[in-house]
């Protein structure tokens, strides 16, 4: 009983927060954001999924220095809650690598786990709401709106996030930043 009222309570929550960004009713608060310090939390988040799911998942942390960007902290981290929350669903074991970094004058953040790929059909439809992936053997919990507060937020925020996968070798969720200051 208790993990189905959890489950309600996080369903509950996410559905209201989806429907604040369809009515553009979030406050969003810029300023400037430490990457270091953002993943820093966002790897304790990651730990405690992955001791809660019972699941032989290593986390690799890939960074040089610490990028500051103009963001709304509590948005970007919402996001990559989010993108974690399905890396830890979709990788029953292997590795989850979170990042940042600057290439081609363009700053990013990244997550890249090596659990299901996503099919190249359904590519352009994980971040519509109550899509999921779904693979023939498994039921995984969720209802499919976790991507699609991702693309939400990151619409919001000018914040574009890009999506790669490939066959047995998983997936890749990656965050551009336009206003970056390298530190």
Same mark, same amino acid.
Not at 10 to 31: A, C, G, M, N, P
Not at 76 to 87: G, S
Not at 130 to 139: G, L, Y
């Given at each position: 009983?208790?993990?189905?009222?959890?489950?309600?309570?996080?369903? !509950?929550?996410?559905?209201?927060?989806?429907? #604040?960004?369809?009515?553009?009713?979030?406050? $969003?608060?810029?300023?400037?954001?430490?990457?270091?310090?953002?993943?820093?939390? &966002?790897?304790?988040?990651?730990?405690? #999924?992955?001791?809660?799911?019972?699941?032989?998942?290593?986390?690799?942390?890939?960074?040089?220095?610490?990028? &500051?960007?103009?963001?709304?902290?509590?948005? $970007?981290?919402?996001?990559?809650?989010?993108?974690?929350?399905? /890396?830890?669903?979709?990788?029953?074991?292997?590795? &989850? %690598?979170?990042?940042?970094?600057?290439?081609?004058?363009?700053?990013? +953040?990244?997550? #890249?786990?090596?659990?299901?790929? &996503?099919?190249? $059909?359904?590519?352009?439809?994980?971040?519509?709401?109550?899509?999921? /992936?779904?693979?023939?053997?498994?039921?995984?919990?969720?209802?499919? $709106?976790? !991507? +699609?507060?991702?693309?939400?937020?990151?619409? !919001?925020?000018? +914040?574009?996030?890009?999506?790669? %996968?490939?066959?047995?070798?998983?997936?890749?969720?990656?965050?551009?930043?336009?206003?970056?200051?390298?530190?």
């Amino acid at each position: 009983d208790r993990i189905r009222w959890l489950e309600f309570r996080r369903v !509950l929550f996410r559905s209201l927060l989806l429907s #604040k960004l369809h009515t553009e009713q979030v406050d $969003i608060k810029y300023r400037e954001v430490s990457l270091k310090l953002l993943f820093q939390d &966002i790897v304790s988040v990651l730990k405690n #999924k992955i001791s809660e799911s019972n699941k032989k998942i290593e986390i690799e942390f890939e960074f040089n220095g610490d990028i &500051i960007v103009k963001q709304d902290p509590n948005l $970007i981290f919402k996001m990559f809650e989010h993108i974690i929350d399905n /890396a830890v669903k979709y990788t029953d074991s292997g590795k &989850i %690598s979170l990042g940042y970094g600057v290439e081609n004058s363009k700053c990013y +953040a990244y997550v #890249k786990d090596t659990g299901i790929d &996503i099919d190249e $059909i359904k590519m352009d439809l994980i971040f519509q709401e109550f899509q999921k /992936a779904e693979v023939e053997d498994r039921f995984y919990q969720g209802v499919g $709106i976790g !991507l +699609a507060i991702v693309k939400k937020i990151s619409d !919001l925020i000018e +914040a574009p996030v890009t999506v790669e %996968s490939e066959k047995n070798k998983g997936t890749i969720f990656r965050v551009e930043f336009t206003h970056y200051i390298l530190s």
